[in-house]
């Protein structure tokens, strides 16, 4: 079967591959945000001294970046745990995005879309509201990332159980439905919730407009393993997208389940986004842009588009990130503030030729 998956037809008709180039592309993509990332900010670093020190994180090297103590300790304790966490979010939201978008054949899929934002946005205004969390504001901040962890996890799989209520024959679109009810059902409580405690409005919003802030590098241990399960499942089932994309008719001719691919690629996505989510807040938009630019760039195959996609996310996020701390230095603009700003425009190019790639 795998050969059989392997040679399967994208939706253009046209086998895919990964080109070396496009991939030196993401890599490149992800090393230039990385510098950036530590580079600029409230005090500023030459670029170069920030690339060699970075360098000399490596197992073996020893160079002389001429940064003095404190600008080395502004490197490796403050900056590059923002931007690494930056990175793996953004590359989770993205391959969550491209994948969703696979399974459900739909270019305006995202992270969101199984009520994981919603099921978060109520978690973490309960969490808010109704004072959990000893230890004044070191207890919530402990609190949030496991309350939006569980809250995103929860509205999946309340999205998956009223999807399938109907039988196992129901089309990706009933859980599209399903999460579309659930986000409702979910929002109405969070209202409920600011309602009843006005006076949490302020910490609930400043937690659901995004933020990647971090005082070292545990919010990056916490997301890590996620990460790396998320992105080992959803790119060993990169052919099957191919697959799903021309039919279940066809995909069981090639020995392939299409409702148990579906349902492990989602578990996997929804699994990725609530950690995502548990880490930085609600940032919309990066599983929309990014793999519909990398669709429309490099081609429709998600042998193609899933990993340029994590490579890609990364850099993006991590690059929205330095705009949102320095375009109004001092203060600093919600992340998710950002990427709305460009996810709004980016929805009319979307519309104007999803037609044309999905056809």
């Known amino acids: ?31 230039v945000a990385l510098v950036a990332g530590v580079s600029l900010g409230p005090v500023s670093l030459p670029p170069g ?15 002389t970046s001429g940064l003095t103590e404190r600008e080395i300790a502004i490197v490796t304790e403050l900056r590059l745990p923002r931007v690494v966490l930056g990175l793996l979010v953004g590359a989770l939201l993205a391959l969550a995005g491209g994948a969703y978008q696979g399974v459900f054949r739909n270019p305006l899929a995202d992270p969101y879309l199984l ?14 509201a ?14 949030l990332p496991l309350a939006a962890f569980v809250g995103s996890l929860g509205a999946v799989v309340m999205t998956y159980l009223l999807g399938v209520a109907g039988g196992r024959g129901r089309s990706p679109a009933t859980l599209i439905l399903a999460g579309v009810a659930v986000s409702a059902f979910l929002s109405a409580g969070q209202t409920y ?39 080992v499942v959803v790119l060993l089932h990169r052919r099957e997208l191919d697959v799903l994309s021309v039919g279940d008719d066809e995909a069981t001719s090639l020995g392939l389940h299409p409702q148990r691919s579906r349902y492990l690629l989602i578990a996997a996505a929804s699994l990725g986004t609530a950690a995502a989510v548990s880490a930085s807040g609600l940032i919309g938009f990066v599983g929309i842009i990014v793999p519909h630019t990398v669709r429309l760039l490099a081609g429709s195959s998600y042998r193609v588009i899933l990993p340029l996609s994590m490579l890609f996310g990364g850099a993006f996020l991590a690059l929205t990130d330095v705009v949102a701390r320095t375009a109004a230095a001092p203060a600093e603009i919600p992340i998710g503030v950002v990427t709305a700003l460009l996810g709004g425009p980016f929805f009319v190019l979307v519309l104007r030729t999803s037609r044309r790639v999905f056809a």
């Open 1 to 31: 079967m795998q050969k059989a998956l392997t040679d399967a037809p994208t939706p253009t008709g046209r086998p895919a591959r990964l080109r070396p180039g496009w991939l030196a592309a993401g890599v490149g993509a992800v090393l």
């Open 49 to 63: 001294s920030v690339a060699v020190e970075l360098l000399n994180l490596l197992p073996g090297v020893h160079l």
């Open 115 to 128: 009520g994981a934002a919603a099921g978060a946005g109520l978690a973490v205004t309960a969490a808010i």
């Open 130 to 143: 109704l004072g959990m969390g000893a230890g004044g504001f070191a207890g919530l901040s402990a609190v």
């Open 193 to 231: 919730l600011l309602q009843r405690h006005s006076e949490s409005i302020q910490q609930v919003y400043s937690w659901l407009l995004g933020r990647l802030g971090t005082a070292g590098w545990h919010d990056v241990l916490l997301v890590l393993p996620y990460f790396l399960l998320t992105a």
